[in-house]
């Protein structure tokens, strides 16, 4: 989830007509509200400019996008052009390349029914 988020992030210009410092983002493996695994997206600026709700709107795209961008990356593991982030609060930990293709492809499966 982490490393999408990343990804996720790192593409939302090329949908969203933004900076990537224009988003910040989140993810847990389980979250109090959804009960269930969970990647957030917001606006970097208080009180919203629509970013995320416009990133809402194009989400199979932003998906599609955010797997090619992963899984087109030639690095083993993953690396500072796929799932790292020079902003990440967390030291870039835990990422997982390989998992991350392997959701988004659920994900994108998903929400195309």
């Given at each position: 989830l982490h490393a999408i988020e990343h990804a996720m992030i790192a593409v939302a210009p090329l949908h969203?007509?933004?900076d990537p410092r224009d988003l910040g983002g989140v993810s847990m493996l389980q979250h109090r509200d959804t009960l269930e695994p969970t990647i957030f997206v917001y606006d970097g600026y208080r009180g919203?400019?629509?970013?995320?709700?416009?990133?809402?709107?194009l989400l199979p795209a932003l998906l599609v996008t955010t797997l090619n961008l992963i899984q087109d990356c030639t690095?083993?593991?993953g690396c500072p052009s796929c799932i790292y982030s020079s902003k990440c609060g967390n030291n870039n930990e835990p990422l997982?390349?390989?998992?991350?293709v392997s959701l988004l492809k659920e994900l994108i499966a998903c929400v195309k029914k």
């Open positions: 969203a007509m933004c919203g400019i629509g970013l995320s709700e416009k990133l809402y709107t690095c083993k593991d997982d390349k390989q998992a991350a």
